[in-house]
């Protein structure tokens, strides 16, 4: 929706790693030294790690982008906890290769073939397997042994390890895992953005898709957007998502540090309802005089729906009878029949009519942001699948 409103070509911020918006930060223009050195070697692990979203898998797509094919065939494993024979089946799938049954030496014999018949062909073989933290000992140190194999004096196969911040502390302190220590040729450590670095992040992904300055960022706008977000590529994303997302609801022109701070807010109440059990909400609508359920990514199910229109429903019934209670209260010096007030009288009238319209205001307010809770769900819905933006 957003990017329509605003004139873009595309959405900047999306959640998806895309390579056309690689941002080379000091960190990632350190990392993708340490790979191409890594790479020049040609054998051994390259081992990356960063926080979650800190843009391992963007520096692996941008990467994928600059290699040679002609040379160098890869392959991408994204692990689940796996234990050492099904670490081995996943690696002869990620090269296309088919194995019958669970038969672990039938998958090593079958990568050795593949990885020889590719070295012949003078093809190098890189894997990179990402989220190496799920992975137990044994399956790590079946990609050690994978490592092992040759033609000749001439190392078949390198390996890029992607992983979180636990992953490095188990490497660099386990004892079982010595032998793969002394494999690993280049490692570097993804940190996140700087405050500068925040905004020209933005900027970049933003001009990508053909800003023309519609948005405005208010002043002090990105120095509150790195506070909230620790610098870390995906929370941007996620923020400046919302942000421009509100911003196109409310017809703005400009981004606000009080339209930041609705968005902080809304998202740190989802995260809350989600904590306090938001599942649950998928058996039965939620009562009406609840908060609106989480919305999990990737699905939004009708009784969830049902959820967030029940609670507007029941603040409209509210103003409607925070209303009610205005009319009875009285306008004037007159009484409902015109009868004059005494001064006592008119005095807890105003005291009855300056209470209601208090909680009108109220009324109002919690109304406004149950509606952009609804609307905001709905349209992050509708955009996460080309065929429900189309409908």
Not at 148 to 160: D, I, K, R, V, Y
Not at 177 to 199: K, N
Request: net charge negative.
């Amino acid at each position: 929706m957003y990017e329509q409103f605003y004139g873009f070509t595309g959405r900047p911020f999306q959640l998806t790693p895309d390579p056309q918006f690689y941002f080379e930060s000091t960190s990632h223009k350190k990392a993708m030294s340490y790979l191409g050195y890594g790479l020049a070697q040609g054998e051994g692990f390259i081992v990356i790690t960063g926080e979650v979203g800190a843009g391992k898998s963007t520096l692996v797509a941008h990467l994928m982008e600059r290699i040679d094919r002609q040379a160098l065939t890869a392959a991408q494993v994204v692990t689940t906890a796996l234990d050492g024979a099904e670490i081995v089946h996943v690696v002869a799938q990620a090269f296309g290769l088919h194995v019958e049954g669970h038969d672990k030496a039938g998958a090593l014999g079958a990568i050795e073939r593949f990885l020889q018949d590719e070295a012949r062909a003078g093809r190098r073989c890189l894997l990179v397997v990402d989220e190496c933290q799920n992975l137990d000992l044994d399956a790590l140190e079946e990609l050690r042994m994978l490592s092992n194999f040759q033609l000749g004096a001439h190392p078949l196969l390198q390996s890029l390890l992607l992983g979180q911040p636990e992953f490095r502390r188990t490497l660099a302190h386990h004892p079982g895992l010595e032998q793969l220590r002394q494999r690993i040729i280049a490692s570097h450590h993804l940190e996140a953005l700087d405050a500068g670095e925040v905004e020209h992040y933005v900027r970049h992904r933003l001009g990508h898709v053909g800003w023309d300055g519609r948005p405005l960022f208010d002043d002090g706008l990105i120095d509150a957007l790195y506070r909230q977000t620790g610098g870390i590529p995906r929370r941007v994303n996620q923020v400046m998502n919302r942000l421009l997302l509100l911003g196109a609801i409310e017809e703005a022109d400009s981004l606000s540090l009080t339209m930041l701070d609705d968005v902080i807010a809304e998202m740190t109440a989802d995260q809350t309802r989600g904590a306090r059990g938001g599942s649950d909400l998928r058996a039965a609508p939620a009562p009406a005089a609840t908060p609106a359920p989480a919305v999990a990514q990737g699905s939004l199910p009708a009784t969830e729906v049902a959820a967030l229109l029940a609670e507007r429903d029941a603040r409209t019934a509210e103003l409607e009878a925070a209303i009610s209670e205005l009319q009875s209260a009285g306008i004037g010096s007159r009484d409902a029949d015109g009868v004059a007030l005494s001064p006592e009288e008119a005095q807890i009238a105003e005291a009855r009519l300056a209470a209601a319209l208090e909680r009108i205001e109220e009324r109002l307010a919690e109304q406004e942001q149950s509606f952009r809770h609804v609307l905001t769900m709905l349209i992050e819905w509708l955009e996460e699948d080309p065929s429900r933006e189309a409908a």
